[in-house]
């Protein structure tokens, strides 16, 4: 891929400190030295390399707003943004969802519901990229419907034995320790706990890596979990309010998407101008017709759009305030539906070239795909929209 000759014209933002766009650089020479170069091998082998997490960890990626006695940084949901914007722009979308699916999904509950031996245990070797987390809920039977999981686990003495069924879970197929949904009670949302799991524990079986349509570079498993002992002192605060604990930390995955829309389009924006500008049809680049001025006029409005609803959830989700989680629902479908719409622009301009492999456009394109789906369908952010509004 030729470098690019066009940088997007991204406006001052009010929602950003100097401190947010030094981090923003550090994160963008990382991504261009460690993700880029790496980003087509990684697609290949379905996974990105064990060692990027240690250098993520290094670089102080995997712990943005953690106790700095941990190794985190003490830093806001706004700091989330810029890194998960920077991430996505490495033409690898499943390498930035690796290393998020760590650092927000699976650490996020852990910081705020976790015990300190647990957190001492395996939050802070995974701030450090020197263990895999990942968080397992989804189940075959239930996906958005948290409460219908049904892998049980019951206690025996000092254990919690498990057995039941995980899948489509990031990272799953090498986590070391997973951040268990599991069902410890009665049938329905009140009988839901969260354990930490260690994947070394006897009876535990990733069944297969699925083949996905995008984000290939993120592995994604079939977890099996036939009669597992742990012990219950991994259970995660209180027995019986895990699904309280998943819903109430669902705004920073769904944030996380926002973001990641946010750098995916800047980065197509970039790559459709220099196509534009250089690629020549009757006589003149294509950027001389109106028709595509337009269209990327279209294309930059729904990306800032998107930046203001993003930034936005992410200083309420920060402040704590009672309206962030409405504001990341709508910033998370709109963000699903504004960069699909880019994507599918950027393919077209870029014709048959936008076909083939060799260029970024058509993975970009798959990858958003799944966008309206992870972290909570379009469909359930327009109920919760609702919900608030009614």
């Known amino acids: 891929m030729p470098q690019l000759q066009t940088t997007y014209p991204r406006p001052p933002s009010s929602f950003l400190s100097d401190d947010h766009d030094d981090f923003r650089r550090t994160v ?24 990027l997490y240690a250098k993520a960890g290094a670089a102080g990626f995997l712990g943005l707003r953690y106790d700095p006695e941990l190794g ?20 690898s979308i499943g390498t930035a969802v690796a290393l998020m699916a ?36 989804s189940e075959p039977d239930a996906g958005s419907d948290v409460a219908a999981i049904t892998t049980r686990a019951r206690r025996d003495g000092g254990d919690y034995v498990i057995s039941g069924q995980k899948t489509f879970i990031s990272n799953g197929t090498r986590a070391d320790f997973i951040t268990l949904a599991v069902r410890t009670g009665e049938a329905g949302p009140r009988g839901i706990s969260l354990v930490v799991f260690p994947t070394d524990t006897p009876g535990f079986e990733v069944g297969r890596r699925l083949d996905k349509l995008g984000a290939r570079a993120s592995d994604t498993g ?70 595509w001025r337009h269209r990327f006029a279209e294309m930059a409005t729904r990306l800032e759009a998107t930046r203001l609803l993003a930034h936005h959830a ?58 309206s789906i992870g972290a909570g369908t379009s469909e359930i952010m327009r109920e919760l929209i609702a919900r608030a509004l009614i």
């Not at 985190?72 to 033409?91: I, N, P, W």
């Open 72 to 91: 985190g940084s003490g830093l806001d949901f706004m700091a989330t943004c810029v890194l998960a914007e920077e991430l996505a722009k490495g033409d």
């Open 222 to 291: 079939e977890l099996f979990f036939d009669e597992c002992r742990i012990p219950a002192t991994n259970l995660v605060g209180e027995e019986g309010h895990g699904l309280r604990y998943i819903l109430s930390h669902f705004g920073g995955e769904r944030l996380v998407i926002a973001a990641f829309a946010v750098g995916i389009m800047e980065r197509l924006i970039e790559l459709g101008l220099d196509y534009a500008g250089s690629r020549e049809v009757f006589g003149g680049p294509i950027l001389g017709l109106q028709t």
């Open 314 to 371: 992410a200083r309420l989700l920060s402040d704590h305030e009672p309206p962030g989680d409405m504001a990341v629902s709508m910033a998370k479908l709109h963000a699903a539906d504004a960069v699909q719409f880019v994507a599918a622009e950027v393919l077209q301009l870029h014709g048959g070239f936008g076909q083939m492999e060799e260029s970024p456009i058509p993975r970009y394109y798959r990858d958003v795909a799944g966008f």
């Open 28 to 51: 963008a020479s990382f991504v261009e030295r460690e993700i880029r170069p790496n980003a087509d091998a990684w697609e290949q082998d379905g996974q990105c390399s064990r060692e």
């Open 102 to 137: 760590q650092s927000e999904f699976a650490l996020a509950i852990l910081a705020d519901e976790a015990s300190d031996e647990l957190k001492a245990a395996w939050m802070a070797p995974a701030i450090a990229g020197e263990l895999i987390g990942a968080i397992g809920v």
